[in-house]
């Protein structure tokens, strides 16, 4: 680990699979981020999904709020994307932002929803997963405990971002993206790449019986175990949607699975479990490379 970063509390897997960044805010603070050396390595994309270090906001939403919706200050949460875009070398304008319901939508970006959710209306309702081949388009999601989920295609030149909370995931959300990106702009999975950020892990996502039940007959014994009380269950998403992802045709080394659980790592990302629901929002991005790099 580089000196200086916040310590973070890992599963345990492969410590090559997420890297930790820093960069120093003009008024002192360290402004902290994650990405996926895979993606990366496609020299097609930036990317990276946020921390709560490094942002303007205050009290429970501390300090890296990238949700309007929480409750924070409008000027704090725009403080706070400014200062990612000049991590990705973006503006604002650039940006897409989605509107999750725990859906399994998807919608196709174009230049002319730049901006929306940030400095434009957004004027679509209900949408978990975006897809985009256009350069220079970032698209946003939000987490607080959630799967995010990343999709680059780097021979037809298209990424995709998509929320997969246990809804989603039950309603396959990865193959979804994986077929709409297909349809979209051709996009074959065995030439694809995935990525799998932080979210709950299986020890801290206890369910009921009515949600353990239908993931355990779609993908088998290996997404849940018995919890700790009768009818409770500890559910795995990263196994899960890793299983829908490898069903989908992706293939195993295509796929970066996260080793980082937001709910263990509470000081460091937002949990709606560890807090209680008093959080702010974290942040997935993904842009498109407007010219491929050299690897």
Not at 103 to 116: A, M, S
């Amino acid at each position: 680990m580089v000196c200086g970063m916040f310590p973070i509390i890992r599963n345990g897997q492969d410590r090559s699979v997420l890297c930790q960044h820093r960069v120093e805010n003009e008024d002192g603070t360290g402004l902290e981020y994650l990405t996926f050396p895979l993606l990366d390595s496609t020299g097609m994309v930036r990317h990276l999904f946020s921390t709560r270090l490094g942002g303007t906001s205050r009290g429970e939403f501390a300090s890296m709020n990238l949700g309007f919706t929480r409750g924070d200050r409008e000027e704090d949460v725009l403080a706070n994307y400014k200062r990612i875009a000049a991590v990705l070398g973006c503006s604002l304008e650039d940006m897409t932002v989605s509107h999750q319901t725990h859906t399994v939508n998807i919608r196709r970006i174009t230049r002319e929803d730049r901006g929306k959710g940030i400095t434009r209306p957004r004027d679509y309702e209900n949408v978990d997963g975006m897809v985009t081949d256009e350069p220079g388009i970032v698209l946003v999601t939000y987490y607080a405990d959630c799967v995010p989920l990343y999709f680059v295609d780097p021979v037809h030149r298209a990424v995709g971002l998509a929320h997969s909370g246990w809804r989603g995931t039950l309603g396959r959300m990865g193959e979804r993206m994986v077929r709409a990106m297909g349809e979209a702009y051709g996009s074959r999975p065995e030439e694809m790449y995935a990525a799998i950020a932080p979210s709950i892990c299986r020890d801290c996502y206890e369910v009921s019986e009515d949600v353990a039940v239908p993931f355990l007959d779609m993908l088998g014994k290996d997404v849940a175990v018995p919890g700790k009380a009768p009818g409770k269950y500890q559910l795995d998403l990263w196994i899960a949607n890793k299983m829908i992802l490898k069903q989908a045709g992706i293939p195993e080394d295509h796929i970066a699975v996260t080793d980082i659980c937001t709910c263990h790592n509470s000081r460091y990302l937002f949990s709606h479990r560890a807090s209680g629901g008093r959080r702010g929002n974290l942040g997935a991005f993904l842009m498109l490379e407007p010219y491929p790099r050299e690897n």
